[in-house]
């Protein structure tokens, strides 16, 4: 069983940042391809990034498998901290939505579907306001 825990959202102003955090349980966080999803009012969650267990493969909404020099979202895990967060930059309001963490324990490739993921946070809410 893996317990995740998010934390960093809040309320900003659009063009402002905010950086997520998600802690994980157990000894073996290396071995989970983890996410972040999204799910704003009214709407179905979405995918938004995913890193790879070692960290060295990102994949984010609007790209395939690409560093993120150009987004304004950042992937990145910590394993020996057993943390992954996003960075947030350049927030519109089209971003307000409660964020979740997601582990996949099973599988190699960053999968994009929420049903990929067996284990969810309980999610932080993001609010930017215009």
């Known amino acids: 069983q893996v317990q995740l825990v998010e934390s960093g959202g809040g309320l900003v102003q659009a063009g402002g940042s905010l950086r997520l955090s998600c802690a994980a349980s157990g000894r073996t966080f290396s071995s989970y391809v983890m996410a972040w999803f999204r799910q704003a009012p009214g709407k179905e969650r979405e995918f938004v990034a995913g890193?790879?267990?070692?960290?060295?493969?990102?994949?984010?909404?609007?790209?395939r498998f690409t560093i993120s020099r150009d987004s304004r979202f950042t992937i990145s895990r910590d394993n020996a901290k057993n943390t992954v967060d996003l960075q947030m930059n350049s927030l519109k309001p089209q971003d307000t939505a409660v964020y979740y963490c997601a582990a996949d324990p099973t599988k190699v490739r960053v999968g994009v579907m929420g049903s990929e993921y067996d284990f969810w946070g309980q999610g932080t809410q993001v609010t930017v306001s215009s």
């Open positions: 890193i790879s267990r070692g960290g060295g493969v990102t994949r984010y909404a609007d790209s």
